[in-house]
């Protein structure tokens, strides 16, 4: 075997070592949760010293599998950690299993895709695939119907995978940003305050759907232009 070959074999091998023991945790733990932040806070927080590790690999877990938006995740993580510690864990995860997941489908190819996608997302395989970094940009930032899928279906474009999961990672902070905050004042916001933040959700989808052409087109015209 070439050395190729050899770090081939043993990349798998590692990406099914994860898979298999975040799966195991997250099974015995977390999947009758997975829904409730509060819950999912407690069950984390009954770890210890170890709640980073567990939070790590769940949110791993998440991004393989997508049992539930990672939003939920984000929230559970300014709600244990705090915002700045918060971000910071949730953002190395998001590069850490993105990563993996396009590593998964580059290596494979998008016959594996159906056991970690459902038929929505791989719905938009190609389109990105067609359109490329633009569009996979614009649903890194911006909330949309593929969610943490968008890193399989990166994955089978022919762009480099380390120029991809360094801009969808800085496309993701945002997003992070917001929930992780929102996670640390969760218990101060009060009725009014949760009120206001489910109308600016609404906001930010509606902004979506009326300006995603547009500003897919202004990043067309960034990217053609460097």
């Not at 890193?151 to 992780?180: D, H, K, N, Q, S």
Request: aromatic share 14%; hydrophobic share 55%.
């Amino acid at each position: 075997m070439t050395r190729k070959q050899i770090f081939g074999v043993i990349s798998t091998l590692i990406i099914l070592a994860i898979i298999i023991l975040v799966s195991i945790i997250f099974v015995r733990n977390f999947k009758s949760i997975i829904n409730d932040p509060v819950a999912v806070r407690e069950s984390i927080q009954g770890y210890g010293m170890m709640a980073y590790l567990v939070y790590f690999l769940l949110y791993i877990f998440q991004i393989f599998f997508a049992p539930v938006p990672g939003q939920v995740l984000n929230i559970v993580s300014g709600m244990i950690f705090g915002p700045i510690k918060g971000f910071v864990i949730s953002w190395v995860a998001v590069i850490a299993g993105g990563f993996l997941a396009m590593l998964v489908s580059r290596f494979f190819g998008k016959k594996i895709l159906h056991l970690f996608l459902e038929e929505r997302a791989l719905g938009f395989e190609k389109e990105i695939t067609r359109r490329g970094l633009p569009l996979i940009l614009f649903l890194a930032l911006f909330p949309n119907p593929v969610g943490d899928g968008l890193f399989y279906l990166a994955g089978l474009t022919t762009i480099p995978l380390e120029i991809l999961i360094i801009l969808i990672a800085i496309c993701r902070i945002p997003g992070i940003l917001i929930y992780v905050i929102a996670g640390d004042r969760v218990m101060s916001f009060g009725v009014k305050g949760w009120i206001i933040g489910g109308i600016g959700l609404c906001l930010a989808f509606v902004l979506y759907f009326i300006f995603n052409k547009r500003i897919e087109r202004l990043l067309e015209r960034y990217i053609k232009k460097i």
